[in-house]
C-alpha cells in the first residue's frame, strides 16, 4: 500500500490542529509564544520577536514570568498559519480551562498569550495557569495515569490540577542479609529506580512512553557538520550531527 | 495475562504478591501500588550456576525484579514493544532484548553451536546473536523490544519463512532456522544486492521480525 503524501496549502491546513502526530498547526491571528526553533514552516505575515525586546513589553509583562527561560522564547505576530514540531517528537495540544499545568520546559513548544506562564518550583519544569490552548512535544505518545503514582523522573512530561509532586526514595532492597552486603560491597548495582517522583492528591500526570529523552538542539547556531562554512569539520566530536526533522534517522541508519 | 499494551511503546504490568516479575533494569516508567524493585545480580533466575552460565555466554542483561501489589508501566529507549503469550513452548530472543517477563518462564542459554553446528555459529555472527542466545520456555508473557514495529509471521511445516537476519527479532515454537546464503560472484566482487544471507524458519511456530535492520 503506498499513498502519495498529501499536499496542503495555506487552506487545507487543518486551523489548529494536528497535521500529523509530529507537526501541529496553528492558525495564528494575534500573538502565540513560542520556543525558539520549534516553528518549521508558516504561511502568511508572521513576524519573530524575541521575548525581551522590542515593542512587546506589555505582553510580556502580562503572560511572561520567566526570566531564566526568556532567552528561549519567541513572540510570534500576526496573521498566517505557522507549523511547529520538535525533532519528531509526538506532538499534541492542550486546552485549559481556568487551570493550571505544569510541563518540562523542553517539552513545551507554544502556548497562548490567554495563558500565563511561571517558573514551577520543581527545576526544569514551567507552569501555565489560566484559559487557553498549548502545544506540548513528547517522546512517544502521552499517556494519563492519576494519582497516587510514583514516576520515572525522565518519563515524566507533566501534571496538571494536583500538588507539586515530591522525591521518593526506595532503598527496600538494602534490608536483610544480602541487602546488608549489597549496601556494603556495591556488588549488585543499583536497580536505576531508586528516585521516583511521587505524585498524591487529585489531579492527572502525563507520562511519556519512554525514560530516554532526546538532546536538545542548538537552533540559531551554525550547525557542526562538515561542509558548512564557519562550521568546522565536525569530525572528532564524537557524534555525528543530527539532520534535522524526519531525515534524522538517516544518521542512524548509515552508523553516524 | 499480567501485560496490558497501552500504545506501541508502553506495557502495563500488574503485579500480586506471590507472584514476580524481572524487568530490564531502568526501563520502569510509573507504578501505583505497593511494588519494590530489587537489581537482580544473578541476571534472572537460577542459582549461581545459571547466573555464571549467562555471564560466559554473554547473555548477562542487567534485570531487576519487580514484586509486591500494584501495577508497572514499563518502557525503554523509545523502542517499540510487543508481548508475545506463551503457553508450554520456548522463545527464543536475545536478553537485551528482554522488556518484562513472567517470573514463571523458566529462563535459559542456548548455544548456538548446538544448533546447526557450524552453521549456528556463523548465523550467530551474521543475526548479532552471538554464540548464545537466551530460551524463556513455559506458560506466560514476555514484552520483548524492537526497533520499529513488530510483524509476527506465522510459520507451518508446508511455508518455511525467510527472513533478514538483522531484522530478526525471536521466534517461538517448534522452529528449525538455517542460514541460507545467496552469494555469487556479484557480492565477491562488491556488487552483491545487501541480501546475501537469509535465515530460513521452517518447522511449526512463529517468528517476530522488526520494520528495521538497526539493532537495539
Not at chain 2, 501495577?71 to 518484562?100: K, M, P, Y
Request: some cysteine; overall charge negative; hydrophobic content about 40%.
Amino acid at each position: 500500500m503506498s499513498t502519495a503524501p498529501e499536499v496542503l496549502d495555506a487552506r487545507t491546513l487543518p486551523a489548529d490542529d494536528n497535521v500529523n502526530a509530529y507537526a501541529f498547526c496553528v492558525d495564528l491571528n494575534g500573538r502565540w509564544f513560542l520556543q525558539k526553533g520549534k516553528m518549521i514552516a508558516y504561511y502568511g505575515r508572521i513576524d519573530f520577536t524575541g521575548v525581551g525586546h522590542g515593542h512587546l513589553d506589555a505582553l510580556v509583562a502580562g503572560s511572561f514570568h520567566s526570566p531564566l527561560h526568556a532567552a528561549d522564547w519567541v513572540v510570534a505576530e500576526g496573521t498566517g498559519k505557522m507549523l511547529l514540531a520538535d525533532r519528531a517528537f509526538d506532538v499534541n495540544s492542550y486546552d485549559l480551562d481556568d487551570g493550571n499545568l505544569t510541563v518540562r520546559s523542553g517539552n513545551l513548544l507554544a502556548f497562548e498569550p490567554s495563558l500565563s506562564l511561571k517558573q514551577s518550583i520543581i527545576p526544569g519544569f514551567l507552569t501555565l495557569i489560566g484559559t487557553g490552548k498549548f502545544i506540548a512535544a513528547s517522546n512517544g505518545a502521552v499517556h494519563f495515569v492519576e494519582p497516587p503514582v510514583r514516576v520515572d523522573p525522565q518519563a515524566l512530561v507533566g501534571w496538571a490540577d494536583c500538588p507539586s509532586p515530591c522525591h521518593h526514595y526506595d532503598h527496600a532492597y538494602l534490608q536483610g542479609v544480602w541487602g546488608g552486603i549489597r549496601a556494603l560491597t556495591g556488588i549488585g548495582g543499583a536497580s536505576g529506580e531508586e528516585h521516583q517522583f511521587e505524585f498524591v492528591g487529585d489531579g492527572t500526570v502525563l507520562i511519556q512512553s519512554t525514560e530516554q529523552l532526546l538532546a536538545e538542539q542548538d537552533t540559531g547556531a551554525v550547525p557542526q557538520q562538515p561542509g558548512v562554512p564557519g562550521g568546522g569539520t565536525g569530525g572528532g566530536s564524537g557524534r555525528a550531527p543530527q539532520l534535522p526533522g524526519p531525515f534524522g534517522g538517516l544518521n542512524q541508519l548509515f552508523g553516524g | 495475562m499480567p501485560f496490558r499494551q497501552i500504545n506501541s511503546k508502553l506495557v502495563e504490568a500488574r503485579v500480586a504478591p506471590g507472584g514476580r516479575l524481572f524487568s530490564q533494569r531502568g526501563a520502569m516508567i510509573a507504578y501505583t501500588g505497593d511494588v519494590r524493585f530489587t537489581p537482580n545480580w544473578q541476571g534472572g533466575q537460577g542459582g549461581l550456576g545459571s547466573m555464571l552460565g549467562r555471564r560466559v555466554a554473554g547473555e548477562a542483561t542487567p534485570l531487576m525484579t519487580v514484586d509486591g501489589q500494584g501495577t508497572v508501566l514499563f518502557g525503554h529507549g523509545g523502542h517499540h514493544v510487543e508481548v508475545v503469550e506463551l503457553s508450554g513452548d520456548t522463545l527464543c530472543v536475545e536478553a537485551d532484548r528482554l522488556l518484562a517477563f513472567d517470573g514463571t518462564l523458566e529462563q535459559g542459554t542456548l548455544f548456538l553451536g548446538s544448533d546447526g553446528g557450524v552453521m549456528g555459529l556463523v548465523r550467530g555472527q551474521v543475526t548479532g546473536q552471538g554464540l548464545f542466545t537466551t530460551t524463556l520456555k513455559g506458560s506466560g508473557a514476555v514484552a520483548v523490544m524492537a526497533h520499529g514495529g513488530v510483524i509476527r509471521l506465522p510459520v507451518t511445516p508446508d511455508r518455511p519463512v525467510h527472513v533478514d537476519p538483522q531484522a530478526y527479532v525471536a521466534h517461538h515454537g517448534d522452529v528449525r532456522n538455517k542460514l541460507s546464503t545467496a552469494l555469487g560472484w556479484r557480492e565477491m566482487v562488491g556488487r552483491g544486492s545487501g541480501e546475501g544471507f537469509q535465515l530460513e524458519l521452517s518447522g511449526n511456530g512463529a517468528v517476530y521480525v522488526q520494520a528495521s535492520e538497526e539493532k537495539l
